[in-house]
């Protein structure tokens, strides 16, 4: 990791590029890291998605997004099989710019509830009421999401991001930080 410039490190994907996967991932993600950058600089306070696949075969919501929302606060929604909308913000958290922070996203249908995680502490818990999961059929998409023109891509850096089938705890989230 160079020291030289941070604001370099990483990738920056942008509305003329996106990573996507072309097939589906063999079991539905419940826990997604990253270490991502945000831009002092940044003109928009919805800083994009971290990994997603809304509108694929322009599809609104075909499985799930893990990202960014207004206000810098993290977010995920997912549509289940019977076609009901579970969208969550995480308003008591704001994502500092400006430096790297490790991001953890997790999902727990089981326990009926979801986190957020910035570098290791647990920022926000929130209850859901939903057990039922997702049915990915489709890609996914790295730092951003199917829309045309890229127009969710992730407005700051990536260095690294990962998923899990599984749930993360809170030991397994702090290794993997370091």
Not at 28 to 46: G, M, S
Request: aromatic share 10%.
């Amino acid at each position: 990791v160079s020291a030289a410039d941070p604001a370099n490190e990483g990738i920056s994907l942008g509305e003329n590029s996106r990573y996507a996967l072309t097939e589906a991932l063999p079991a539905e993600p419940n826990t997604v890291e990253a270490w991502v950058y945000i831009p002092k600089t940044l003109a928009t306070d919805r800083v994009g998605e971290l990994l997603g696949n809304y509108g694929y075969n322009n599809d609104d919501y075909s499985c799930i997004d893990y990202g960014i929302f207004k206000k810098r606060n993290p977010r995920i929604y997912w549509k289940d099989p019977d076609e009901t909308l579970h969208d969550h913000v995480f308003t008591k958290v704001t994502l500092p710019m400006g430096q790297w922070c490790h991001l953890t996203l997790v999902r727990d249908l089981a326990a009926g509830y979801i986190r957020f995680y910035l570098n290791g502490a647990l920022m926000q818990s929130i209850a859901i009421e939903s057990s039922e999961g997702t049915v990915c059929t489709e890609g996914m998409v790295i730092g951003g999401d199917m829309r045309a023109g890229n127009t969710a891509s992730f407005k700051g850096r990536i260095r690294s991001l990962a998923v899990y089938a599984d749930v993360r705890t809170q030991e397994e989230i702090r290794a993997d930080m370091k």
